[in-house]
């Protein structure tokens, strides 16, 4: 029976270890399917901005890349261009505390 408020310890202790890494990284956003993750868009000058996600977990690969591009899209509708050009693009995995999550970042040029 002492295993039992260990296992719930444990598990408190990862739960608010998410909620604080959460916290620290940026602005959290919720996406229709209820999926957490974090952004951050940076502007470079001549109508170039950087932008990176990253999604809460791998559970759902491959949505860093569809979270990139409606960033991209949403910023450029924003800021009233044409369009948007692709300069720089990266993508994969990164370590966290709480495990492993995707990450896109790249850099976009407004038409």
């Given at each position: 029976?002492?295993?039992?408020?260990?296992?719930?310890f444990?598990?408190?202790?990862?739960?608010?270890?998410?909620?604080?890494?959460?916290?620290?990284?940026?602005?959290?956003?919720?996406?229709?399917?209820?999926?957490?993750?974090?952004?951050?868009?940076?502007?470079?000058?001549?109508?170039?901005?950087?932008?990176?996600?990253?999604?809460s977990?791998?559970?759902?690969?491959?949505?860093?890349?569809?979270?990139?591009?409606?960033?991209?899209?949403?910023?450029?509708?924003k800021?009233?261009?044409?369009?948007?050009?692709?300069?720089?693009?990266?993508?994969?995995?990164?370590?966290?505390l709480?495990?492993?999550?995707?990450?896109?970042?790249?850099?976009?040029?407004?038409?």
């Open positions: 029976m002492p295993i039992r408020p260990n296992h719930l444990i598990g408190l202790f990862l739960l608010l270890a998410g909620c604080s890494q959460l916290q620290q990284t940026g602005q959290a956003i919720s996406d229709s399917n209820g999926v957490l993750q974090d952004g951050e868009t940076r502007y470079l000058g001549k109508k170039k901005y950087q932008l990176r996600v990253a999604g977990s791998m559970l759902f690969y491959g949505q860093a890349e569809q979270f990139f591009l409606r960033r991209a899209e949403s910023l450029s509708q800021m009233g261009c044409r369009g948007w050009k692709l300069l720089e693009y990266k993508s994969g995995t990164e370590n966290t709480i495990g492993a999550r995707q990450y896109a970042d790249g850099v976009i040029q407004c038409l």
